[in-house]
Nanobody
């Protein structure tokens, strides 16, 4: 069972940057698709970014151009660099891994990102 642990969230002013990290427990992580999602208060969880095939990426329109997903397989870690943060980016951010049969097999516990105006 792959375990994912997010970190790097916090309170930041609008226009600032954060780098979220998601460390996986299994070496097989390096071959998995990985993704970031977020859930704001009172809203459904939404897709943020995804990486598959080692380098192919896709971003939600709301973060494209401001965010970068990357991975360090030697550290079993995936990152989400977020720049030019906006108050509407405030949410709990989750990482996911293992796209299988139309769903994500593994989820982290989430890390809170709060952007003040």
């Amino acid at each position: 069972q792959v375990q994912l642990v997010e970190s790097g969230g916090g309170l930041v002013q609008a226009g600032g940057s954060l780098r979220l990290s998601c460390r996986a427990s299994e070496l097989a992580f390096s071959s998995d698709s990985v993704a970031w999602f977020r859930q704001a208060p009172g809203k459904e969880r939404e897709f943020v970014a995804r990486m598959w095939g080692g380098s192919t990426t896709h971003y939600a329109d709301s973060v494209r151009g401001r965010s970068t997903i990357s991975r360090d397989n030697a550290k079993n870690t995936v990152y989400l660099q977020m720049n030019s943060l906006k108050p509407e980016d405030t949410a709990v951010y989750y990482c996911a891994a293992g796209w299988t049969g139309g769903s994500w097999s593994h989820w982290g516990q989430g890390t809170q990102v709060t952007v003040s105006s």
